[in-house]
């Protein structure tokens, strides 16, 4: 059998903090409101002549750094990212040159704040098909880039961030436990940035450059439905809660972490998120998350870690994972 695992993991945020007490400069709000809303302190934010290409090779030379590894024979690179440099070309085929691979697979994948999770899913079919041997995935957003700064009710929540991880054939081990995917397309105009068309479901869209959200309908969406697919991939895998290290849900508002941990009884103790100094950046928040887990030393080689990813679709993905990292050779940078 042609096992898979996760050999290495490397992150990056820009050096720019956008603090809560900035945005009370710029918004009606205050500190103390979005603290008590979201538990977020602060985002990271792109430079004006940074872009989510770039954010992508600094995670990558974070990785190879850390664990001393080449990417030139990687066979596959997948971003997962609804802030592309470009609608084409992707970004993708912008790191495969920037770092000089030469034989590889290039493709974006949109599928918004689970993409990253839909990443690894991608990853693991491939390996395990036998037609690849390493696949680069990246989840990133420059959300910076698409909010709207005079829109309180959004801007509050986002930053720009990458985390990248190498997914390896490996003969000796499986530690992609398994997985849960679905979509409720029904919801599709409860998240969006418009483009060529300007309705979706009959609804009429706000045409605007910047990210759209009704916070109070996905909340909704997310605790009635998240819940739920978590308790069907831990059947599917007959894995019970109590043999999961760490759970590590999309970073969107910890007033929403709060209540899928109390509905799957779940202590928040054993939750990572990256929310806190880092904001919500989509596709980043759950590489960013367990990187943060590895650097401070909560999560180690043999833990099991369940992921679950939701965002605009309204799509979401879960995976269940053994850690199986190759030993850290250097420190990273730090964030």
């Not at 009704?214 to 909704?220: L, M, Q, W």
């Not at 019970?240 to 590590?248: G, K, Q, R």
């Not at 109390?262 to 919500?280: A, C, D, M, Q």
């Not at 369940?306 to 250097?330: C, P, R, T, W």
Request: aromatic share 8%.
């Amino acid at each position: 059998m042609t096992g898979t695992r996760v050999s290495a993991i490397g992150s990056y945020v820009p050096e720019k903090k956008l603090t809560n007490f900035d945005l009370e400069e710029m918004v009606e709000t205050t500190n103390e409101w979005i603290v008590q809303r979201t538990g977020i302190h602060e985002r990271r934010i792109a430079r004006s002549d940074e872009f989510t290409s770039d954010l992508c090779v600094s995670a990558v030379k974070d990785l190879m750094h850390r664990y001393n590894k080449t990417v030139e024979d990687v066979d596959m690179i997948i971003v997962a990212t609804s802030t592309p440099d470009f609608p084409f070309p992707s970004v993708a085929s912008i790191i495969q040159n920037r770092l000089n691979i030469t034989q590889a697979g290039a493709i974006d994948l949109s599928a918004a704040c689970a993409g990253f999770v839909y990443g690894l899913h991608t990853a693991h079919s491939l390996i395990r098909s036998g037609l690849h041997k390493k696949v680069l995935v990246i989840g990133v957003d420059a959300l910076s880039k698409i909010t709207d700064y005079t829109d309180r009710s959004t801007c509050i929540l986002f930053g720009d961030a990458a985390g990248a991880v190498l997914v390896e054939k490996d003969e000796e081990s499986e530690d992609f436990v398994g997985f849960h995917l679905g979509s409720d397309g029904s919801g599709a105009q409860h998240v969006y940035q418009t483009s060529l068309s300007k309705t979706v479901n009959g609804v009429e869209l706000v045409d605007t450059q910047y990210l759209v959200q009704n916070g109070r309908e996905v909340f909704k969406w997310v605790v009635r439905n998240v819940p739920k697919s978590i308790r069907e991939l831990l059947e599917k895998t007959e894995t019970s809660l109590d043999e999961v290290d760490w759970f590590i849900p999309h970073s969107a508002n910890l007033r929403l972490i709060e209540p899928i941990c109390e509905k799957i009884g779940h202590p928040i103790e054993k939750t990572l998120y990256s929310l806190v100094k880092f904001g919500n950046t989509s596709a980043a928040t759950i590489p960013l998350a367990l990187d943060l887990g590895i650097r401070e030393g909560k999560v180690n080689n043999g833990d099991k870690v369940l992921m679950y990813g939701f965002g605009s679709g309204l799509v979401h993905a879960g995976q269940l994972l053994k850690m199986h990292f190759d030993e850290q050779i250097n420190n990273p940078t730090p964030l």
